[in-house]
């Protein structure tokens, strides 16, 4: 069965950074596709990063040069790093994973995320 477990979200100023995690398992995903997504109120859910096995990125519009996803092989853990937030940036975030198809920014091709972080941005 497969575990998607975010980190606690937070709460930060606008043009503050954020960094959250996320740790998959079982080991036997870990190579799979896994990117972020969020919902934002009132506007439709977005991936915003995918990182797939060859550790090659694709980033939406939106966050690019902003945003930057990593993984810790070694510990098995999925990041993103935020920086320079803006007042849209907050909702929920999750973390997400695709055992199928071309990793790319298509919500729907994400079969599995976690239960969701709250991200917070004050201005």
């Known amino acids: 069965q497969v575990q998607l477990v975010e980190s606690v979200g937070g709460s930060v100023q606008a043009g503050g950074s954020l960094r959250l995690s996320c740790a998959a398992s079982?080991?036997?995903?870990?190579?799979?596709?896994m990117g972020w997504f969020r919902r934002v109120p009132g506007k439709e859910r977005e991936v915003v990063v995918a990182?797939?096995?060859?550790?090659?990125?694709r980033y939406a519009d939106s966050v690019k040069g902003l945003f930057t996803i990593s993984k810790d092989n070694a510990e098995n853990t999925l990041y993103l790093q935020m920086n320079s937030l803006k007042p849209e940036d907050p909702g929920m975030y999750y973390c997400?994973?695709?055992?199928?198809?071309?990793?790319?920014?298509?919500?729907?091709?994400?079969?599995?995320w976690g239960r969701g972080t709250e991200v917070t941005v004050s201005s």
């Open positions: 990182i797939d096995s060859d550790g090659s990125t």
């Open positions: 997400a994973l695709r055992l199928v198809g071309r990793c790319d920014l298509t919500v729907s091709g994400f079969g599995f």
């Open positions: 079982p080991l036997t995903y870990w190579r799979n596709c």
